[in-house]
């Protein structure tokens, strides 16, 4: 017998029946032709549009659809997608929360789902920011692919209880048996490449438990999991937002979230890895559950979710390059070569072309280096 998912309502995905509805009312719209064009250069513009319109339940939308464009992506703008630790998802009894760091908009949790897929394990819902729901053919899409709304730019007064209804979700998600469910680290990316959990979000996991701190972890089977890209998505749209936010407010600009999403799809991204990590422990808990504060717990588990994630980040060439440029030495220098290392400034002096040219460019250059060689420097500070 299906749940009742009526208490949800504003922030469930969409079932098969309204993702069949709202996926063919949006069929027919024209960037979808633009889309299919882009991905599928080989078929006529309507290509997309007809595969959309034979979809018959959400399965059907993330098989056929979802996952063969995420192929598509990779074969034209990555170089080796690999992964490891999957082991810790098939030795493991029930569903998870897959906690990861978060580095693109959309395409860190479909890479995971493009990995459970491979790997013949259910798809797991996704927590997104109601923020990225610009218009109703972007909220059909995204809602259609296990979307979990989490809700955004509300009153303060707001913010607790939206925070119990999302935990409350994603714990019966999980407990009941329904599916498991991606969750990022933090709210919005990383901008620095400093990838850490933000307390809150592991304060906001306990609201809905009604047992004790170790019980209410435990049912929710925490596995931390690592996304590493060669060529940092959207890296000079970051640089850009952390300098000019040095000195004011940062305002986004209209569409700016869609044209991060487009930008993250579209550039290069070399190689990906991504590393899933063993789960938290009971005994891990149990420590957490000593400290006599309550922040204090929620500290310790954050700094458990960090570790794992740190631990199981992949340095590439260009975070070792990146690192010597910043630091003015050639400690990293067995991991590169001159002409990497050349190709990667080149690139680097091609990004900056992108932006405002009275953008302080040595400002810009420090914040820009320091995203590739910061995964080195909390590496550094975990192992000491």
Same mark, same amino acid.
């Given at each position: 017998?299906?749940?009742?998912?009526?208490?949800?309502?504003?922030?469930?995905?969409?079932?098969?029946?309204?993702?069949?509805?709202? &996926?063919?009312?949006?069929?027919?719209?024209? $960037? /979808?032709? %633009?889309?299919?064009?882009? #991905?599928?250069?080989?078929?006529?513009? @309507?290509?997309?549009?007809?595969?959309?319109?034979?979809?018959?339940?959400?399965?059907?939308?993330?098989?056929?659809?979802?996952?063969?464009?995420?192929?598509?992506?990779?074969?034209?703008?990555?170089?080796?997608?690999?992964?490891?630790?999957?082991?810790?998802?098939?030795?493991?009894?029930?569903?998870?929360?897959?906690?990861?760091?978060?580095?693109?908009?959309? &395409?860190?949790?479909?890479?995971?789902?493009? $990995? /459970?897929? %491979?790997?013949?394990?259910? #798809?797991?819902?996704?927590?997104?920011? @109601?923020?990225?729901?610009?218009?109703?053919?972007?909220?059909?899409?995204?809602?259609?692919?296990?979307?979990?709304?989490?809700?955004?730019?509300?009153?303060?007064?707001?913010?607790?209880?939206?925070?119990?209804?999302?935990?409350?979700?994603?714990?019966?998600?999980?407990?009941?048996?329904?599916?498991?469910?991606?969750?990022?680290?933090?709210?919005?990316?990383?901008?620095?490449?400093?990838?850490?959990?933000?307390?809150?979000?592991?304060?906001?996991?306990?609201?809905?438990?009604?047992?004790?701190?170790?019980?209410?972890?435990?049912?929710?089977?925490?596995?931390?999991?690592?996304?590493?890209?060669?060529?940092?998505?959207?890296?000079?749209?970051?640089?850009?937002?952390?300098?000019?936010?040095?000195?004011?407010?940062?305002?986004?600009?209209?569409?700016?979230?869609?044209?991060?999403?487009?930008?993250?799809?579209?550039?290069?991204?070399?190689?990906?890895?991504?590393?899933?990590?063993?789960?938290?422990?009971?005994?891990?808990?149990?420590?957490?559950?000593?400290?006599?504060?309550?922040?204090?717990?929620?500290?310790?588990?954050?700094?458990?979710?960090?570790?794992?994630?740190?631990?199981?980040?992949?340095?590439?060439?260009?975070?070792?390059?990146?690192?010597?440029?910043?630091?003015?030495?050639?400690?990293?220098?067995?991991?590169?070569?001159?002409?990497?290392?050349?190709?990667?400034?080149?690139?680097?002096?091609?990004?900056?072309?992108?932006?405002?040219?009275?953008?302080?460019?040595?400002?810009?250059?420090?914040?820009?280096?320091?995203?590739?060689?910061?995964?080195?420097?909390?590496?550094?500070?975990?192992?000491?």
């Amino acid at each position: 017998m299906a749940s009742d998912l009526s208490e949800f309502e504003e922030i469930r995905p969409y079932n098969d029946e309204e993702a069949v509805e709202k &996926l063919n009312k949006y069929a027919g719209h024209p $960037i /979808l032709s %633009k889309v299919s064009q882009y #991905f599928y250069p080989e078929e006529g513009p @309507s290509y997309l549009c007809e595969k959309i319109r034979n979809i018959k339940n959400v399965d059907d939308f993330q098989a056929f659809i979802v996952i063969d464009i995420l192929e598509r992506i990779i074969r034209k703008s990555a170089g080796k997608f690999s992964y490891s630790g999957l082991e810790h998802i098939l030795d493991n009894n029930g569903k998870f929360l897959a906690m990861s760091n978060h580095r693109d908009i959309v &395409l860190d949790p479909a890479f995971i789902q493009l $990995i /459970l897929f %491979k790997n013949g394990i259910p #798809f797991s819902e996704i927590a997104v920011g @109601s923020n990225l729901l610009q218009n109703e053919l972007i909220e059909t899409l995204i809602r259609s692919n296990r979307m979990i709304k989490v809700l955004r730019g509300i009153p303060v007064r707001e913010q607790y209880l939206t925070s119990q209804l999302l935990s409350k979700y994603i714990r019966e998600s999980i407990t009941t048996g329904r599916s498991s469910v991606w969750i990022a680290q933090r709210q919005g990316r990383s901008k620095n490449g400093i990838d850490e959990t933000e307390q809150g979000l592991i304060k906001m996991l306990d609201m809905s438990g009604t047992k004790d701190f170790q019980q209410n972890f435990e049912e929710l089977n925490i596995i931390p999991m690592s996304i590493s890209y060669e060529y940092e998505p959207c890296d000079i749209l970051k640089a850009r937002e952390l300098l000019i936010s040095k000195t004011q407010k940062y305002i986004k600009a209209p569409g700016e979230d869609t044209n991060s999403i487009l930008s993250g799809i579209q550039k290069y991204k070399g190689n990906i890895h991504i590393s899933i990590g063993t789960p938290i422990t009971p005994n891990e808990i149990s420590a957490a559950a000593l400290c006599n504060v309550a922040n204090d717990r929620y500290r310790w588990m954050r700094h458990l979710i960090d570790n794992r994630i740190i631990i199981g980040y992949h340095l590439w060439k260009t975070n070792y390059i990146a690192y010597d440029l910043l630091d003015g030495k050639d400690r990293f220098v067995k991991f590169y070569t001159e002409a990497e290392k050349a190709a990667f400034e080149a690139y680097m002096q091609k990004q900056f072309e992108l932006v405002e040219p009275e953008l302080d460019r040595e400002a810009l250059r420090e914040i820009f280096l320091g995203i590739y060689a910061n995964p080195i420097v909390s590496k550094e500070k975990l192992f000491g």
